[in-house]
Antibody
């Protein structure tokens, strides 16, 4: 059974940093692309970032480009999101998500499994 | 960035009836479209990918159609567990984008 468990969320002041982690199990982690998708309270879904199986291809939403960094450690079956210069509008539930293919930008960038999310609140 | 527009925002349907949800793309996304279901307090769940292929374990009452810019999700006979919010997502162009969602509620 695929399991994705996020951690690292919390309350943080504007301008500060936070690092999210996602522990994956139940599948061969280094065979698949991974993503972060967020959902502001009461709002819809927003794709944040994606990374290919070997970290060779990475993409970001314009809203986070230059502030967020996605990475993965295949030896630890883990996905990360380093979030710097946080803003109030970054407040959201952040989902770790698995893609169906090894790469991104190949026409297979939908999500076949989702974690339960970790809440990030940016407020003074 | 491709804008995905879903309609209606809210759809009221009685159990046992058919529900039809629409999703329109601001430019062609070929058949690179997915549908997700999200219930309160839960993560989204993949229903359809490739515009019309049901994901593993999804009941046959869910069907997707369309290509290019116009897409439809049809639920043939609504069950109580189907009342939720539904999102479409295009993955033809980067960045991938979602629609704003359609809330399917009990009439």
């Amino acid at each position: 059974e695929v399991q994705l468990v996020e951690s690292g969320g919390g309350l943080v002041q504007p301008g500060r940093s936070l690092r999210l982690s996602c522990a994956a199990s139940g599948f061969t982690f280094d065979d698949y692309a991974m993503h972060w998708v967020r959902q502001a309270p009461g709002k819809g879904l927003e794709w944040v970032s994606g990374i290919s199986w070997n970290s060779g291809s990475i993409g970001y939403a314009d809203s986070v480009k230059g502030r967020f960094t996605i990475s993965r450690d295949n030896a630890k079956n883990s996905l990360y999101l380093q979030m710097n210069s946080l803003r109030a509008e970054d407040t959201a539930l952040y989902y770790c998500a698995k893609g169906p293919s090894y790469d991104i930008l190949t026409g297979y960038d939908y999500i076949d499994y989702w974690g339960q999310g970790t809440l990030v609140t940016v407020s003074s | 960035e491709i804008v995905m527009t879903q309609s209606p925002a809210t759809l009221s349907v009685s159990p046992g009836e058919r529900a039809t949800l629409s999703c329109r793309a601001s430019q062609s996304v070929s058949s690179n479209l997915a549908w997700y279901q999200q219930k309160p307090g839960q993560a989204p769940r993949l229903l359809i990918y490739g515009a019309s292929t049901r994901a593993t374990g999804i009941p046959a009452r869910f069907s997707g159609s369309g290509s290019g810019t116009e897409f439809t999700l049809t639920i043939s006979s609504l069950q109580s567990e189907d009342f939720a919010v539904y999102y479409c997502q295009q993955y033809n162009n980067w960045p991938v984008t979602f629609g704003q969602g359609t809330k399917l509620e009990i009439k």
